[in-house]
Each structure stands twice: as structure tokens, then as C-alpha cells.
């Protein structure tokens, strides 16, 4: 890779926060911009920057995927509205679940996400607005494992030699792609994010499409929201890395009420780490684990079986797709 990391001992954070606004202000010019706001750390980061360089020529919009976590929309829009950045919230359900129909192999399951994201969402966006740019929160780690070939991250595109004004007819703008998450964690503390959103474990790029083991539809997006919700509630008192809830392809066996109950598998992994490059579970006490798996084969329809990632990585990694 040709980009050159600013490790978090050698960040200057203030510094750091000028140089990009004027970056950023430099390369749109008198023009204006789009902004792809996800609500989490990395695009949230990214919002603020360039609200910060550009004003009301920023047009920053959330895409609702279907895929988010539960409300997840309509709160960071508020978020973001109560900081004083415009949010238009874009319903791009259809879109993405018809880019999805069918997909079961991972990598086909993210360059979907992408198609849909970029050319159709985006693109439609760029055309009505008659902007050039796109502003999003593509970090370090997300060009290194796509570079290194370990799992194709969706927001990665020059990197693999996309010429997204050929393709897409806009150029993406990258301000934090130099860091880290815990580097990226200090620019955002910075510059004044909450600490709901700063403090936030990292979500991935293709949301709960990163979590759903087989193809991606509304229905099994509901099941692995819904177990995600729980495993947040559960865990977010661990202070670790990262924690999430996967839904499996193929249904177990179970039982319930003398009956058996050929239902579906959630596994749940808990990640330390600090960069996301190597990882280790957390040692959860046998109560909390016992705590999800009653929770979750409960109060999620279908489910039969809990199980517990305890895997580093490598040879793991902390999203399963």
C-alpha cells in the first residue's frame, strides 16, 4: 500500500483536525459534497470534518439499508440534527435487498453492498445534486485487510484500482483512511462527538449483511437485529473491543416442550483488541453466557442454540463475512 499510517503515538490531533479541514475545503472549492453518515465512529468523524471545511455545502445523507441495527436511522439522524449537521434520512431498502437476492457467497454477498451503495444509491444522489465529491470514513485497517486479500471491505475502491469518477461519476474523499480506529477514537473525542459515538465498538461497513451467514433478507435480518439487541444490552458493561451476534446458515436441532424444534443457530463473539488486527474472545463468566443463551433462544423467534466464538485472531476474524 502506497498510504502512510499516522500511528496514534504519533498523531497530533489538533493538527491532524486542521490539516484535513483545509483538505477537504481545498478539494471541493466552491463546489459542494456529499457525505455518507452511518453513525459509526469512523463516518461519524468524517461528518464533523467536513461540516466543519465545508458548511451548508456539505449534503450529508443516511442510508437506510434495511440492514442497521434496531432504530438506528432515525436516532444518529437526530444525533447528528442536535449537533447542528442537516441529516436527510434516504429509505434504500428495496435497492439493497433486491442487490441481494440470491447472494449467499460473502465476497459477492459485500461487492452487492457496493453496487448498491455507490452506483445506485450514491450515484442517483451525485446526478440530482450535481455534486463531485463523496466524503466517507474509510479507515487503515479496512484498505489493509481488503489489500491483503483477508475479506474485500465494501467502502475500499481506488485502493483496488476503481476509478470511481469513471465508475460512479464522483471522487471519493477519504480524510481519516490514514488511521487507525483508536486513532480515529481521538479525532473524534476532539472534536466534540458525544461519547455515545466516539466510545462506539466498531460496526461494520456491510452492517448485519457482516452477520447473516447465507443470503440476506428481511426476514433473517430481523432475527440477527433482534439478536444483536440483546447481546448489546448483555455485554456493553464488558468494555470490550467489539461484540456481536451472527446468524448461521443451517438449521439445528432442537427442542421445546418435549417437542423437537428444528430451529436456528446464533453464534455470539466478543472480541479485545485494540486495532483490529489481532484479537482474543473475552473470558465472559459461564452466568453471562448463560444470561444471552436464555435471552436469545427466548426472545428470538426460531432460535434453538446459542454458541460462543472462542477463537483468536488470526486464524479467526471478528466479523464472520
Request: with cysteine.
Amino acid at each position: 500500500m502506497d498510504i502512510q499510517e499516522i500511528q496514534l503515538r504519533d498523531l497530533d490531533v489538533k493538527r491532524f483536525i486542521a490539516e484535513k479541514t483545509r483538505e477537504i475545503s481545498s478539494l471541493v472549492g466552491d463546489g459542494t459534497a456529499i457525505n455518507a453518515l452511518s453513525g459509526g465512529v469512523d463516518s461519524s468523524t468524517v461528518t464533523l470534518l467536513a461540516h466543519r471545511a465545508l458548511g451548508s455545502r456539505l449534503k450529508t445523507y443516511f442510508i437506510d439499508n434495511g440492514i442497521m441495527r434496531e432504530a438506528e436511522p432515525e436516532r444518529i439522524v437526530a444525533l447528528f440534527r442536535q449537533l447542528g449537521v442537516p441529516v436527510e434520512l434516504v429509505d434504500a431498502k428495496a435497492e439493497f435487498f433486491t442487490a441481494l437476492k440470491g447472494v449467499t457467497d460473502p465476497e459477492e454477498k459485500r461487492q452487492a453492498i457496493t453496487d448498491a451503495f455507490y452506483k445506485e444509491v450514491f450515484g442517483r444522489l451525485v446526478r440530482e445534486s450535481g455534486t463531485r465529491y463523496l466524503l466517507q470514513g474509510t479507515n487503515y485497517t479496512d484498505v489493509e485487510e481488503t489489500v491483503a486479500g483477508i475479506k474485500r471491505q465494501h467502502n475500499i475502491l481506488e485502493q483496488l484500482g476503481i476509478d470511481t469518477q469513471k465508475e460512479y461519476g464522483y471522487r471519493v474523499i477519504e480524510p481519516v483512511i490514514q488511521l487507525r480506529k483508536p486513532a480515529v477514537r481521538e479525532v473524534a473525542r476532539a472534536l466534540g462527538l458525544p461519547d455515545e459515538i466516539w466510545q462506539r465498538p466498531p460496526f461494520p461497513g456491510p452492517a448485519l449483511a457482516a452477520r447473516i451467514i447465507g443470503e440476506v433478507t428481511p426476514e433473517r435480518v430481523a432475527i440477527v437485529r433482534q439478536a444483536t439487541q440483546i447481546v448489546e444490552e448483555e455485554l456493553s458493561d464488558t468494555r470490550a473491543f467489539q461484540y456481536l451476534a451472527i446468524l448461521h446458515e443451517d438449521r439445528v436441532t432442537g427442542m421445546r416442550q418435549g417437542k423437537r424444534d428444528f430451529g436456528l443457530q446464533i453464534e455470539v463473539r466478543c472480541w479485545e483488541s485494540t486495532d483490529a488486527q489481532i484479537g482474543s474472545p473475552t473470558r465472559l463468566s459461564f452466568d453471562t453466557l448463560e444470561t444471552l443463551a436464555e435471552r436469545i433462544t427466548t426472545e428470538v423467534p426460531g432460535v434453538v442454540s446459542v454458541t460462543y466464538n472462542v477463537t483468536r485472531k488470526p486464524p479467526s476474524t471478528i466479523e464472520a463475512v
